[in-house]
């Protein structure tokens, strides 16, 4: 299963969030961020804060923000949807939290672990993918991969760093 | 980290052996709830929760800042090999 390349048209998907309503992602109505995320990996939950400030920071400038959760409930019950739906109730969640329960989005984009970061062009093409920031330890590097991103894709110029080495837990595939 | 604790409280790091699992049968058999954990003879120097499931997964510590990491807080683990670990010179003497 071969990941995205930079470049490439991104699929589109519509999947559950926590709430039981369908959130549709549409390549190229916006700039968008899918991030595959999870409630029980180290990596993604020391990033996560970081990850929903973005979502806060550019939820204004007309960029959408989704939170995918594709592990298997069977390997990681921790990854349940209720234990999901408690996170979001909690006020966790800067956006729709969304279940991946085939996996299937996560393969279409070729994602591998969490967190994985995918930004996606106003076009539809993958502009950056990989890791937020440099190190899942140090909140005060506040995602700067992913806001520059974002800030080359406002500002309509090539993403200059397109491509980092996404950093977490394996995804938790049915057996 | 485990190696520079170890030496720290006057241990070899050769004291440490590494199991590695990589199978759902190992992880059951070794009642391994994820990596890395940490035992001394047998047990985990940071108790799971009862609750979590053997299998192939990654360990959420909390640092004593309150952040989660994938590793714990030195600290702790600092604390927990003393606790577990005889100091070197209470250990038994060969006769």
């Known amino acids: 299963m071969a990941a995205l390349e930079i ?30 995320t999870c409630n029980h990996c180290p990596y993604a939950r020391a990033w996560h804060e970081r990850l929903n400030d973005v979502a806060r920071d550019y939820a204004g400038r007309g960029v959408q923000f989704l939170q995918v959760n594709s592990n298997d409930v069977n390997r990681s019950p ?17 956006g729709p939290y969304l279940h991946d329960e085939s996996q299937k989005v996560a393969r279409d984009f070729g994602a591998t672990v969490t967190p994985d970061v995918f930004v996606i062009s106003a076009d539809g093409d993958l502009v950056y993918h990989g890791a937020p920031d440099e190190d899942h330890d140090e909140p005060k590097l506040e995602a700067q991969w992913l806001r520059a991103a974002l800030d080359d894709v406002l ?21 | 980290m485990l190696g520079s604790v170890l030496a720290e409280l006057g241990h070899e790091p050769g004291l440490v052996k590494y199991v590695w699992v990589e199978d759902d049968a ?11 954990t940490f035992r001394v003879n047998g047990a985990d120097l ?47 003497q060969p006769n």
């Open chain 2, 46 to 92: 940071f108790p799971a929760d009862p609750r979590e499931q053997y299998g192939l997964s990654c360990r959420m510590y909390i640092r004593r800042n309150g952040r989660p990491s994938p590793l714990p807080d030195v600290e702790d683990l600092r604390a927990a090999l003393g606790t577990a670990l005889l100091p070197k010179e209470l250990e038994p």
């Open chain 1, 155 to 175: 500002a309509g110029r090539p993403v200059e760093l397109a491509s980092t080495k996404p950093v977490g837990c394996t995804i938790k595939w049915v057996a």
């Open chain 1, 7 to 36: 470049g490439e048209k991104v699929p589109g998907f519509t999947l559950p969030a926590t709430d039981g309503q369908s959130v549709e992602f549409v390549p190229g109505e916006s700039p968008a961020v899918v991030i595959f």
């Open chain 2, 26 to 36: 190992t992880a059951l058999e070794q009642q391994f709830v994820g990596s890395p």
């Open chain 1, 78 to 94: 921790g990854d349940s949807l209720q234990a999901m739906a408690a996170r979001v109730s909690a006020g966790e969640f800067a």
